[in-house]
Nanobody, 117 residues
Framework: QVQLVESGGGLVQPGGSLRLSCRTS????????MGWYRQAPEKQRELVAS???????NYADSVSGRFTISTDAGKLTVTLQMNSLKPEDTAVYYC???????????WGQGTQVTVSS
């Protein structure tokens, strides 16, 4: 069973940086995608960035050039480096793991990111 544990949220001033990490207890067989989604109050959850098990990355237009997603060598930890943060980046950020060959979808518990002066 996949379990995702997130860390690294917090409060930061506009223009600052934060790094989010998500460690998975296991990875599925075959191709899969790990990513970060976010949900602001009264808004739908949206994709922030994702990376497949073969290294293909995808970013939301709103974060492209500011955020970087990466995995460690063992592909058990996915990291989201967030730079030049803006107040509109404030949200609960959720880690996600999705095998590409099944309908399974795994979520972390969420971590709060607040960008405010």
């Amino acid at each position: 069973q996949v379990q995702l544990v997130e860390s690294g949220g917090g409060l930061v001033q506009p223009g600052g940086s934060l790094r989010l990490s998500c460690r998975t207890s296991t990875v599925p067989n075959g191709l899969y995608e790990m990513g970060w989604y976010r949900q602001a109050p009264e808004k739908q959850r949206e994709l922030v960035a994702s990376i497949t098990s073969v290294g293909i990355t995808n970013y939301a237009d709103s974060v492209s050039g500011r955020f970087t997603i990466s995995t460690d060598a063992g592909k058990l930890t996915v990291t989201l480096q967030m730079n030049s943060l803006k107040p509109e980046d404030t949200a609960v950020y959720y880690c996600n793991l999705r095998p590409l060959s099944t309908n399974a979808n795994y979520w972390g518990q969420g971590t709060q990111v607040t960008v405010s002066s």
